[in-house]
Nanobody, 115 residues
């Protein structure tokens, strides 16, 4: 049972990047899923999530209008489309899936926004 994140890398300010997180050993449809990030020297913060009930999406204010979260239950994948990226988006991004007391976390993928 695991989540495997990928897609991080170096991107220029104003550019785009797509992160993907694939679940293995369980299905996502019953879980609240999303992404956190942790920038150097800062606390981990929630970026975006999708609720299992209703499929409602939420975004932290700093990424609203720039990031889009989606889930493909057929592929057991959680994607985060990042556009108009800024240097302050530089962080390790972690995907997660939560259902009650059960949580799974991916190992993280580094996104660096720099020219």
């Amino acid at each position: 049972v695991q989540l495997q994140a990928s897609g991080g890398g170096l991107v220029q300010p104003g550019g785009s990047l797509r992160l993907s997180c694939v679940a293995s050993g369980f299905t996502l449809d019953a879980y609240d899923i999303g992404w956190f990030r942790q920038a150097p020297g800062k606390k981990r913060e929630g970026v975006s999530c999708i609720t299992s009930i209703g499929g409602n999406t939420y975004y932290t204010d700093s990424v609203k209008g720039r990031f889009t979260i989606s889930v493909d239950n057929a592929k057991s994948a959680i994607d985060l489309e990042m556009s108009s990226v800024k240097p302050e988006d530089t962080a390790v991004y972690y995907c997660y899936a939560k259902m009650g007391p059960t949580e799974f976390w991916g190992k993280g993928t580094l996104v660096t926004v720099s020219s």
